[in-house]
């Protein structure tokens, strides 16, 4: 499985799925209003919307496969199957106070080459209800914002994962150079914070065998 991000809470993962067939899943794709490089249109199978701000759906950037002449959509919780990879829907809140200020926002946990994967997009509830976290411990891989005022900062995305226990975590949805959001804290917040040690890759790679068995590792992709 390849993992790729484009910044804030756009990800492309390519995988294959339980029949051999090389899968895309795409996440949040953003618009060229927020100052990062917005890719040209490029193929995905699947395409999954966290919520509904012009920097997470940018549909118009992705287009189908051989496999898929047309992305299948998913914008809301649910259960779902497609292309042989299971996706579950998780309700959830974009702010703390039950969506009364920025909304809703769907966490969405995959089943990919026998890991699980979950993409909390912009989770700003600073505590996970115990249905969340039913389906969230223990997943592989985590997705996870970090970079506050809009979403859970550096403490309450520390708090979030240790509630969870991932194998791996991926942040996102934080300051990066080009990036004209002014109000969102960098990385390095983040890193001091949790005292994880960090892998810096422009694309990961990862298979069920490499997943580290007694750490918590911190990948920070380069978009």
Not at 127 to 146: F, R, S, W
Not at 179 to 205: A, C, R
Request: aromatic content about 8%; charged content about 25%; hydrophobic content about 35%.
């Amino acid at each position: 499985m390849y993992i790729q991000w484009f910044g804030q809470s756009f990800f492309k993962i390519t995988a294959k799925n339980y029949l051999g067939n090389e899968v895309a899943v795409a996440i949040d794709p953003f618009n060229k209003n927020y100052g990062l490089k917005v890719p040209n249109k490029f193929g995905a199978d699947l395409a999954l919307i966290t919520h509904d701000h012009e920097d997470h759906n940018n549909l118009e950037i992705i287009k189908g496969t051989e496999l898929s002449p047309e992305p299948f959509v998913i914008s809301g919780p649910g259960e779902y199957e497609i292309k042989g990879i299971m996706v579950y829907g998780v309700p959830a809140f974009h702010d703390d106070e039950a969506g009364a200020k920025l909304g809703e926002n769907t966490i969405y946990i995959l089943e990919i080459e026998n890991m699980w994967l979950a993409h909390l997009g912009d989770l700003g509830q600073k505590k996970l209800t115990e249905k969340q976290l039913e389906h969230l411990e223990g997943v592989d891989i985590l997705m996870i914002p970090i970079g506050g005022t809009y979403t859970l900062d550096s403490k309450g995305a520390s708090q979030i994962i240790s509630e969870i226990e991932p194998r791996i975590i991926i942040p996102m949805h934080y300051k990066i150079p080009g990036l004209n959001i002014k109000e969102l804290d960098g990385v390095d917040k983040f890193i001091k914070e949790t005292g994880f040690k960090s892998e810096e890759t422009d694309k990961f790679k990862i298979t069920k065998k490499d997943l580290p068995s007694d750490e918590t590792k911190l990948v920070i992709l380069t978009p």
